[in-house]
């Protein structure tokens, strides 16, 4: 009640504040209103302004982020295969695969999860893809890495040829904006592929 209170004070001063600013005083475009029109008007603009603060906070409860890997596997799933385990700290990690039109077998990958506090309250994520592929050297991937904007190619301390994505949700993204992501994943995976006929 104290908050619709408030809402109806600030309807009454908006409404004062552009009556002024159509012409005229305030008082004086006051008067043209009966105190039960006046109370009407102000009773729209108050539900209006709660409406819109529903709407925002609607919108920020729909936001995505890294604290939640269960709803970032449900998106997985739309790609191929995925599931939720843990790293060796505890932490979040997803190991999924992800189907490319022209291969035979879907590419695996994982999703490492950082900025976590004892496996919780993660902050953004690591997508990678490793191939056990000798035919290429540091040169190469320094050209990658030149020539493409998503996706960083590197030879690992195992000598896997890697690719990584990283992806910062610390403030939250939409369902919208992760399924982006992931078709950027799948498309960055593709173009890899591609670029080295692995």
Same mark, same amino acid.
């Given at each position: ?6 809402l109806r ?54 936001? %995505? +982020? ?17 599931? %939720? ?7 979040? *990690? ?22 976590? /506090?004892?496996?919780? +309250?993660?902050?953004? %994520?690591?997508?990678?893809? $490793? ?6 050297? +540091?040169? =190469?991937?320094? $050209?990658?890495? $030149?020539? /493409?904007?998503?996706?960083k190619a590197?030879? =690992?301390? =195992? ?9 910062? *949700?610390? *403030? ?27």
């Amino acid at each position: 009640m104290k908050i619709r209170s408030m809402l109806r004070g600030a309807a009454a001063a908006v409404i004062a504040t552009s009556m002024a600013q159509a012409g005229g005083s305030a008082l004086a475009q006051e008067s043209t209103f009966s105190p039960e029109q006046r109370k009407e008007i102000e009773q729209i603009v108050t539900d209006l302004m709660i409406a819109k603060m529903s709407g925002k906070r609607k919108e920020s409860e729909q936001l %995505l +982020d890294a604290r939640d890997p269960k709803k970032i596997v449900a998106i997985a799933k739309r790609y191929g295969e995925a599931t %939720l385990a843990a790293d060796p700290l505890g932490d979040p *990690l997803i190991k999924g695969s992800v189907k490319i039109d022209e291969r035979p077998k879907p590419v695996p990958y994982e999703i490492y999860f950082y900025g976590c /506090k004892s496996g919780k +309250d993660c902050k953004n %994520l690591q997508f990678r893809s $490793r191939w056990d592929f000798k035919g290429v050297t +540091d040169k =190469d991937s320094t $050209r990658w890495n $030149r020539e /493409k904007r998503f996706g960083k190619a590197f030879i =690992d301390e =195992d000598g896997n040829f890697t690719l990584e994505m990283n992806v910062n *949700l610390d *403030l939250g993204v939409t369902r919208g904006n992760m399924i982006d992501t992931f078709d950027w994943w799948r498309a960055v995976v593709k173009d890899f592929t591609v670029f080295f006929k692995l």
